[in-house]
């Protein structure tokens, strides 16, 4: 007690210390950034390296974290008060990123604090270790709080000047989101842009964490897209109406459309090895008579299947909106979606997903974009037939559900869209008296290889749920089309490894366009029951954007198609696919429809509506500039 007391006496209580500790604060500042920094690369080297590369890097972020430090002390007072919750903050945003990007590839996003209820969703699917010296740093900011705690140390400032200071310091913040233009003129002051929005990936290996989620912070107010007007939007629009060829519901067919957690062809990773085909049963199917198969151009990779659904329900594209996010965060009314269409022609329309109804914001989100029903794990798993494969329920018991809907509701066409879940990440070492097809390959590293492994025993399940399907279609009187198709490759080891690893993409000779093809295509089929002209409408085209794929199934069906629907058709031949991620090459009448997708993407989740198919048919009644498709 004698020792404390002196080395308050003639350390914490002396001036010498609280000047001491008042100019340690900007040391401390920098070492919660290094922190979060290095939990974001993983690697002291890559933090050194972007510093290095783009010191404007360091000095905004610095800076971002110096006002946001200033804020907490004028309101706390207490400088240990401040560093406890400046460096807790730190210490759990790293570990968040950290993790997410584990468990999906992904980064921690300003919007997952919305989503701070799926949080433990998304760890439970994590298999990772932290970074060595996170055992180094999170030692080093508790000793530096314990040390400020000890001091004592506070500002000598009323309330009635610190309060009105930290609003005039956190005005800063609110200026530059409501001023994008000034916002975007000092992010290229240091070589950054809100563009960089559209990649996360490059965007917080490029800027650091801090830097991306600022620009990610500021990329939440949703800006109206230069030239987006109405005159615009219509002029896009003008001669395309809604168009049917079945009159009566009773003739039109059941659709299925099915999006399957990262259905990939595991066959093509290279110097691989297979016991048997764990696709056999997708490619018998493919090569039938009344099928069509391709590749499906996603927008995710390892994760983020809402970003492939979103635009496989609504024909509308994710590369404009802020990346990362639910896109269904900005669904607050009713949509004209694919959903509505058939719904609006007498559809029962349902949803179905093995997994939490309110992940991604689903179960608020699908009631606006025309779902009749939602039918998620918490009931399903009620089945008498449900069954459980690691930790998920099987695709088998969606496929059930599915038969089930159909053959209960026959006064109507029925619409289903279903999620599977079983072959979700992570994909862990699986117990070898579950393994039904071997896997070799001598260049992938022990942890890869259990990877790849554990992936073929659920891609064969899914194949056989597949055939399931197929053969209840196959028997049925009722015409029925099926749309099976997986949303993203799985992850398969951190940053791609396997990929890497076996050969598919990065190589000496590869070629940077390629590997983007190969890291966002995914197999589709169609299939129906009765005789169908493919060709006709997919013009053999065999890689297709999502956001294609149901106006094509109605074109095939007859069904009733929406202006905007006809209007994706006409521009289908000319671009079967493209995405920000493909960055295929585009000619300037190319660039002008992707351009134009930008535009009524906006208009619909944040703009003024132009292009919904009631307005858009009054340009059409107005205009005569293009006959109807």
């Given at each position: 007690?004698?020792?404390?007391d002196?080395?308050?006496?003639?350390?914490?209580?002396t001036?010498?210390?609280?000047?001491?500790?008042?100019?340690?604060?900007?040391?401390?500042?920098?070492?919660?950034?290094?922190?979060?920094?290095?939990m974001n690369?993983?690697?002291?080297?890559?933090v050194?390296?972007?510093?290095?590369?783009?010191?404007?890097?360091?000095?905004?972020?610095?800076?971002?974290?110096?006002?946001?430090?200033?804020?907490?002390?004028?309101?706390?007072?207490?400088?240990?008060i401040y560093?406890?919750?400046?460096?807790?903050?730190?210490?759990i945003?790293?570990?968040?990123n950290?993790?997410?990007?584990?468990?999906?590839?992904?980064?921690?996003?300003p919007w997952?604090?919305?989503?701070?209820?799926n949080?433990?969703?998304?760890i439970?699917f994590?298999?990772?270790?932290?970074p060595?010296?996170?055992w180094?740093?999170?030692?080093?900011?508790?000793?530096?709080?314990?040390i400020?705690?000890?001091?004592?140390t506070?500002?000598?400032?009323k309330?009635?000047?610190?309060?009105?200071?930290a609003i005039?310091?956190?005005?800063?913040?609110?200026f530059l989101y409501?001023?994008?233009?000034?916002?975007?003129?000092?992010?290229?002051?240091f070589?950054?842009?809100?563009?960089d929005?559209?990649?996360?990936?490059?965007?917080?290996?490029a800027?650091?964490?801090?830097?991306?989620?600022?620009?990610?912070?500021?990329?939440?107010?949703?800006?109206?897209?230069?030239?987006?007007?109405?005159?615009?939007?219509?002029?896009?629009?003008?001669g395309?109406?809604?168009?049917?060829?079945?009159?009566?519901?009773?003739?039109?067919?059941?659709v299925?459309?099915?999006?399957?957690?990262?259905?990939?062809?595991?066959?093509?990773?290279?110097?691989?090895?297979?016991?048997?085909?764990?696709?056999?049963?997708?490619?018998?199917?493919?090569?039938?008579?009344?099928?069509?198969?391709?590749?499906?151009?996603?927008?995710a990779?390892?994760?983020?299947?809402?970003?492939?659904?979103?635009e496989?329900?609504?024909?509308?594209?994710?590369?404009?909106?802020?990346?990362?996010?639910?896109?269904y965060?900005?669904?607050?009314?009713?949509?004209?979606?694919y959903?509505s269409?058939?719904k609006?022609?007498?559809?029962?329309?349902?949803?179905?997903?093995?997994?939490?109804r309110?992940?991604?914001?689903?179960?608020?989100?699908?009631p606006?974009?025309?779902?009749?029903?939602?039918?998620?794990?918490?009931?399903?798993?009620?089945?008498?037939?449900?069954?459980?494969?690691?930790?998920?329920?099987?695709?088998?018991?969606?496929?059930?559900?599915?038969?089930?809907?159909l053959?209960?509701?026959?006064?109507?066409p029925n619409?289903?869209?279903?999620?599977?879940?079983?072959?979700?990440?992570?994909?862990?070492?699986t117990?070898?008296?579950?393994?039904?097809?071997e896997?070799?390959?001598?260049?992938?590293?022990?942890?890869?290889?259990?990877?790849?492994?554990?992936?073929?025993?659920?891609?064969?399940?899914?194949?056989?749920?597949?055939?399931?399907?197929?053969?209840?279609?196959?028997?049925?009187?009722?015409?029925?089309?099926?749309?099976?198709?997986?949303d993203?490759?799985?992850?398969?080891?951190?940053?791609?490894s396997?990929?890497?690893?076996?050969?598919?993409?990065d190589?000496?000779?590869?070629?940077?366009?390629?590997?983007?093809?190969?890291?966002?295509?995914?197999?589709?089929?169609?299939?129906?029951?009765?005789?169908?002209?493919?060709?006709?409408?997919?013009?053999?085209?065999?890689?297709?954007s999502t956001?294609y794929?149901?106006?094509?199934?109605?074109?095939?069906?007859?069904?009733q198609?929406?202006?905007?629907?006809?209007?994706l058709?006409?521009?289908?031949?000319?671009?079967p696919y493209?995405?920000?991620?493909v960055?295929?090459?585009?000619?300037?009448?190319q660039?002008?429809?992707?351009?134009?997708?930008?535009?009524?993407?906006?208009?619909?989740?944040?703009?003024?509506?132009?292009?919904?198919?009631?307005k858009a048919?009054?340009?059409?009644?107005?205009?005569?500039?293009?006959?109807?498709?």
């Amino acid at each position: 007690m004698k020792f404390y007391d002196n080395l308050r006496k003639y350390v914490f209580d002396t001036l010498w210390f609280k000047i001491l500790t008042y100019c340690s604060i900007p040391f401390y500042t920098f070492l919660c950034l290094c922190y979060i920094e290095y939990m974001n690369y993983g690697q002291v080297r890559l933090v050194h390296a972007l510093w290095v590369r783009n010191p404007g890097a360091f000095i905004l972020a610095f800076s971002i974290l110096i006002i946001i430090s200033a804020i907490l002390i004028l309101l706390c007072r207490k400088i240990w008060i401040y560093a406890v919750v400046f460096g807790s903050v730190s210490v759990i945003v790293g570990i968040i990123n950290c993790v997410k990007h584990a468990v999906n590839g992904d980064y921690f996003f300003p919007w997952d604090i919305s989503m701070a209820g799926n949080m433990g969703q998304l760890i439970s699917f994590a298999r990772f270790d932290l970074p060595p010296y996170f055992w180094l740093l999170l030692p080093m900011i508790i000793i530096a709080c314990v040390i400020y705690a000890l001091s004592k140390t506070e500002i000598p400032v009323k309330w009635y000047i610190r309060v009105p200071s930290a609003i005039a310091l956190s005005l800063i913040f609110v200026f530059l989101y409501n001023s994008p233009k000034t916002t975007e003129r000092m992010l290229n002051k240091f070589n950054m842009t809100f563009n960089d929005n559209i990649l996360q990936a490059s965007n917080y290996y490029a800027n650091g964490f801090v830097n991306a989620f600022a620009i990610n912070c500021f990329a939440l107010k949703v800006v109206e897209p230069e030239g987006y007007t109405q005159q615009q939007i219509q002029e896009y629009l003008s001669g395309y109406s809604n168009s049917s060829e079945i009159t009566n519901t009773d003739d039109a067919p059941d659709v299925i459309v099915i999006l399957s957690e990262a259905f990939f062809d595991i066959t093509k990773l290279n110097n691989t090895e297979f016991s048997q085909d764990p696709l056999k049963n997708f490619r018998e199917i493919s090569a039938r008579d009344n099928a069509y198969s391709g590749e499906l151009i996603s927008s995710a990779l390892g994760g983020g299947t809402i970003r492939t659904e979103f635009e496989i329900l609504t024909g509308l594209t994710v590369d404009y909106l802020t990346n990362g996010t639910s896109p269904y965060i900005y669904i607050t009314e009713n949509l004209e979606t694919y959903v509505s269409n058939y719904k609006d022609q007498g559809y029962y329309t349902k949803a179905i997903h093995t997994y939490n109804r309110d992940f991604y914001m689903r179960d608020t989100a699908y009631p606006y974009l025309g779902f009749d029903e939602f039918v998620a794990e918490d009931e399903i798993a009620q089945r008498e037939d449900a069954q459980w494969r690691r930790r998920y329920l099987t695709d088998q018991t969606l496929v059930n559900e599915i038969t089930d809907t159909l053959d209960e509701n026959t006064d109507n066409p029925n619409f289903i869209f279903a999620i599977t879940m079983e072959n979700h990440q992570s994909y862990g070492k699986t117990d070898p008296k579950d393994i039904v097809i071997e896997v070799k390959n001598d260049r992938l590293d022990s942890d890869t290889l259990d990877a790849v492994t554990t992936y073929t025993q659920g891609a064969y399940y899914a194949d056989l749920s597949l055939a399931s399907l197929v053969d209840y279609i196959d028997n049925r009187e009722k015409e029925t089309i099926l749309l099976f198709f997986g949303d993203h490759l799985p992850t398969l080891g951190s940053n791609q490894s396997a990929y890497r690893q076996a050969g598919n993409i990065d190589q000496p000779e590869s070629d940077p366009q390629q590997d983007r093809m190969f890291l966002y295509s995914t197999p589709f089929l169609f299939y129906s029951n009765y005789d169908i002209d493919y060709d006709a409408t997919m013009q053999e085209h065999h890689y297709v954007s999502t956001y294609y794929m149901l106006s094509l199934l109605a074109d095939m069906t007859g069904t009733q198609k929406t202006a905007y629907m006809n209007y994706l058709l006409d521009h289908y031949n000319d671009l079967p696919y493209y995405n920000v991620r493909v960055a295929n090459p585009l000619t300037d009448a190319q660039a002008e429809f992707i351009n134009s997708l930008k535009l009524i993407t906006f208009d619909r989740v944040r703009g003024a509506g132009y292009s919904v198919s009631a307005k858009a048919s009054v340009s059409s009644d107005d205009t005569n500039t293009k006959s109807s498709p």
